[in-house]
């Protein structure tokens, strides 16, 4: 019989991220269909922690185990992993399931390696057969999905975001078991955390819609000139408005290197792709983009896709759009943030 364990650092404030909340839907769901027991291990500060506790006291946990305590709150790989470790030994799980964060990334791995276990990491889906627990990851840079199972034990799945409902149901109390965890030896010093403003950060994994810029943007335009100022206000304010995330082409933000002008926020961590990301977002928006294949295969989890291209022949013509709008999207954009500032 498995035992389920799922994991997760809790936010200060004692918040659980919406990833969070989809990977503990996804560890309730496997128990049930698994006809087992689901413990939820917590890490963080100790108020934080009973507060995400209660939070979820309706998910059918069996078992609440926290590692709790200043220096477990933060990140850093000698703490996060001496915490999953002794989680993941108290209850006894034979498989773990932590949403795939960079912070859990870390640490996962070695406490397999402590555990004996195995990891599979970017998980995107779970299933059942004759009774086993299987996972399903991409290979090869999105082309090849596979299905596997393991017979080792346990066995650390780091699950993708998008993957699950996030969960909702009953706060209440939950009774949670502290455990008593040594520190390990310090060598890093958490100071604090910098993080850029808000409006600042463009890449907004929970946002609705991932709106997407092309190289079109920097192009020389029908009056033979170019518009970099203007595309980048264009861009800027309807990410303002909409508080979608920004995706960018690979020759867009390849300009930069080239030394042409280019849009300021945009960086290769916006580039979707092949040899980019492979964003989750209920919708997306192309603009000034030609839908290239080594593009497009990033859309794969975008469920509604839409585009705005001068050219009736571009690549969303193809199949790859839902909707193709052939007009300028100087124009277009310009009158959808019109209308945005409407209300
Ligand atoms: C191995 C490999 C890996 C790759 N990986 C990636 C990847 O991860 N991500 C990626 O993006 N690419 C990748 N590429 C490159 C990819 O093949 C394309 O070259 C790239 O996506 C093209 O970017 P683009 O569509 O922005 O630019 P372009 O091909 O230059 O298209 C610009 C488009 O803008 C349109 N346009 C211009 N002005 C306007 C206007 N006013 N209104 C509306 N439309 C306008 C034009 O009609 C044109 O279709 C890869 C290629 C290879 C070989």
Redesign the pocket.
């Known amino acids: 019989m498995e035992k389920i364990l799922y994991l997760t650092q809790v936010e200060p404030g004692g918040e659980l991220s919406s990833f969070a909340l989809e990977v503990l839907s996804g560890a309730g769901r496997l128990a049930r269909d698994l006809g087992c027991e689901l413990a939820v291990g917590l890490v963080g500060a100790k108020a934080d922690v009973q507060a995400a506790a209660d939070s979820v006291a309706g998910c059918g946990a069996a078992a609440f185990l926290a590692v709790t305590g200043d220096e477990f709150a933060v990140s850093r790989h000698a703490t996060d992993a001496a915490a999953f470790e002794a989680l993941a030994r108290n209850a006894e799980a034979t498989i773990v399931l932590a949403p795939g964060t960079s912070r859990a990334a870390r640490a996962m791995p070695g406490v397999a390696e402590r555990l004996n276990g195995r990891i599979d990491s970017h998980i995107t889906g779970t299933a059942i057969t004759d009774g086993r627990p299987e996972v399903e990851r991409w290979f090869y840079r999105q082309r090849m999905m596979g299905r596997l199972t393991r017979s080792q034990r346990p066995w650390l799945w780091l699950v993708d975001s998008g993957v699950f409902d996030a969960w909702e149901g009953e706060a209440g109390g939950a009774t949670l078991e502290a455990l008593d965890v040594p520190l390990p030896e310090l060598r890093t010093r958490v100071v604090g955390v910098e993080s850029p403003a808000a409006e600042e950060q463009t890449i907004r994994p929970d946002a609705e819609l991932l709106f997407v810029a ?4 920097t ?1 020389k ?1 029908a009056d033979g000139s170019t518009h970099v100022k203007e595309a980048e206000t264009i861009i800027h304010d309807f990410l303002e408005t909409t508080g979608a995330s920004l995706g ?5 933000v390849d300009q930069a290197g080239e030394g042409q002008e280019v849009i300021s926020f945009m960086s290769h961590m916006n ?6 990301s492979t964003p989750r977002h209920p919708k997306g928006l192309a ?9 497009v ?2 859309w794969r989890f975008i469920k509604e896709r839409r585009a ?4 009736p022949g ?1 690549g969303w013509a193809q199949g790859k759009a839902d909707v193709l709008y052939v ?4 124009e ?1 954009m310009r009158r959808v943030n019109e209308l945005l500032k409407q209300g």
């Not at 092309?214 to 943007?217: E, F, H, I, L, M």
């Open positions: 092309g190289a079109g943007w192009k335009q960018s082409s690979k020759s867009l580039q979707v792709g092949q040899t980019g603009t000034c983009c030609h839908g290239e294949e080594p593009h295969v990033g705005v291209n001068l050219d571009c007009a300028d999207a100087f277009v």
